[in-house]
């Protein structure tokens, strides 16, 4: 059975040439509609649908000069149909619905202006929690194109200061999943983009070989059959040198064989940049090579356009052309030619082992101390799992080793892994959890226990084991101390937790709950007490639990 699938697996490498169809836009995008959300020029940190690790960057990252509180505005009328508030991701978000259909969307904000401001701290304190995904109907908050919104900032996942802004279309209620996300340039918002892009590098990935890098040289040999892999970067005025290409086209001789734009990405196929690029090369160096060979798994009509599966066979050998062009925005072009002469002698059909699993079809893998179920789709291209289980590991609990050998990417979708201890552990189940292994770091992953399994949706490949965490979460002060007067207008309180992470905190001055900022990044819970704090001494108490439902709960004496 093997054996027959590895032939299947090598035959399709070779003679799969359909040609992939392609829809750039449905129709032509509105003009002029939204105007700029800020008062400077447009300088971009980050452009549209750059590739990172399991998204693509869904909108612009605008400068904001390294500051935060700059005015941010709405990008034309409409109204505010959500807001959600997080310590990770986008940190505070609006969401704008105009009567167009699209939605405009601001993250990492600081904060909220007038109105919107009111509503949203009504609802933290109505929900008792910092985290909030609120919808709201059209008539509760109106705006007008222009119209102050909120204020920039650097909450959640943010590395400085910058809005980032986006442009939506569809979707379900929650205006996210299903929905499309658009390059907001596309839409006519001035921009200026004079400085032609750079490639910085050509990877050649003979097939079954080791992939290298093309010199300086314009003429080499290569093995046939070969992809392409391109790292190129663009930068404009007012913008970072390391910005993302808008298209990417590959020629030979002469004629286009590899088209790659994104001007729109539904939010649901995101995770898809992993199949595009070198994923374990971006990982490892931060350049993101685009490949011209495609995977069934990741096609779309989104999807890069090739001429059959973007591999190069040049099955009678020869000398061919190529040219690598890429494009910014602006249509500002930098170009690379060279010549291959096609090695057709050293054709290599590479042999795998493992699990052989389908990747339109489900997989199922019962041992004595481990269980995965895959569902269809989970992987972008069939593939041999190596299974590996070593059955007394550090943790008394089975090492369970997962990890395709054929392409090395992160699966699409949660696979569930469910791991058995030889000896029960001494513990409740809710102390276990399930962790992967990566160096010295251990992630735990949200646990459920059954007849001696543990089981976890996992969205990664590696090292997995079970862990105890039955050590509750840790609580600093910052800025203040038992019976001390505080410093500062803020209470600061440092949490963490060892190893299955903070799940939830909550603070009470005087007995009544405060809201409580939560800066994912620097782990710092920030109070602003102001009006709540009485004369004398205050009580300030913090509860922290963890994923294991381990609970610290503090309380100081706090005066003014
Ligand atoms: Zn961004």
């Known amino acids: ?51 990172r690790a399991n998204h693509f960057h869904g909108g612009l990252d605008m400068r904001t000069g390294g500051a935060i509180g700059k005015h941010v505005y709405a990008a034309a009328d409409g109204y505010v149909a959500k807001v959600s508030i997080s310590p990770w991701g986008g940190g505070k978000i609006l969401y704008i619905k105009h009567p167009n259909g699209y939605t405009t969307v601001y ?40 119209q102050l919104v909120a204020y920039s900032g650097n909450t959640g996942g943010s590395g400085g200061p910058h809005l980032h802004f986006e442009v939506r279309s569809g979707g379900t209620e929650d205006l996210h999943t299903h929905s499309t996300l658009y390059n907001p340039l596309l839409f006519g918002l001035p921009y200026t983009d004079n400085i032609k892009p750079v490639i910085r590098g050509i990877r050649i990935y003979p097939v079954g070989r080791k992939p290298f890098e093309l010199g300086k040289e314009n003429e080499l040999e290569v093995a046939t059959p070969f992809y392409l892999g391109i790292y190129a970067t663009d930068a404009a005025e007012g913008s970072t040198q390391r910005n993302g290409l808008h298209r990417i086209e590959v020629h030979v001789d002469n004629q286009m064989v590899f088209m790659y734009t994104t001007d729109a990405i539904p939010v649901d196929s995101t995770r898809m940049v992993n199949a595009l690029i070198d994923y374990r090369h971006y990982v490892d160096t931060r350049q993101a090579y685009l490949l011209t060979r495609a995977l069934p798994g990741a096609e779309g009509e989104w999807i890069p356009v090739r001429q059959g599966d973007g591999i190069f066979y040049f099955e009678n050998g020869g000398r061919h052309k190529i040219q690598v062009r890429v494009y910014d925005i602006k249509d500002n072009m930098a170009e690379r030619t060279f010549t291959v002469d096609a090695d057709k002698e050293s054709t290599v059909c590479p042999t795998f082992s493992g699990e052989a699993v389908r990747y339109n079809q489900a997989f199922n893998l019962q041992r004595p101390t481990c269980r995965i179920h895959m569902a269809p789709l989970t992987l972008y291209a069939d593939d041999f799992l190596e299974v590996s289980n070593v059955d007394a590991a550090p943790y008394n609990a089975p090492l369970i080793t997962v990890q395709p050998t054929v392409n090395d990417i992160p699966p699409h979708q949660a696979y569930s892994l469910s791991i058995k201890p030889q000896t029960p552990f001494p513990v409740p189940p809710s102390k276990v959890t399930v962790v992967r292994l990566d160096g010295k770091r251990m992630a735990a992953y949200p646990t459920s226990s059954s007849a001696g399994w543990y089981t976890a949706q996992v969205r990664d490949f590696g090292h997995f084991t079970l862990a105890i965490d039955t050590v509750a979460p840790t609580v600093k002060p910052v800025n203040f101390a038992q019976g001390k007067p505080l410093k500062g207008n803020t209470i600061r309180v440092k949490i963490g937790d060892d190893l299955s992470g903070v799940e939830t905190y909550n603070c009470y001055l005087n007995g009544n709950w405060i809201l409580a900022e939560y800066d994912g990044k620097s782990a710092t819970l920030i109070i602003d007490p102001r009006g709540k704090m009485k004369q004398g001494a205050n009580t300030f108490t913090v509860e922290v639990t963890d994923g294991c439902g381990n609970r610290t709960s503090r309380s100081y004496s706090l005066t003014r």
């Open 1 to 51: 059975m093997k054996r027959i699938f590895r032939i299947l697996l090598c035959a399709s490498l070779i003679f799969n040439f359909q040609l992939s169809t392609f829809n750039l836009l449905a129709q032509p995008l509105p003009q002029g509609y939204f105007r700029n959300p800020m008062d400077h020029d447009i300088g971009l940190s980050a452009t549209f649908a750059e590739f």
């Open 107 to 146: 993250m990492h904000l600081d904060g909220y202006a007038g109105a919107i401001g009111k509503a949203v701290l009504k609802e933290q304190y109505a929900k008792q929690s910092y985290s909030i995904n609120k919808l709201f109907a059209p008539d509760e908050l109106p705006v007008k194109k222009g």
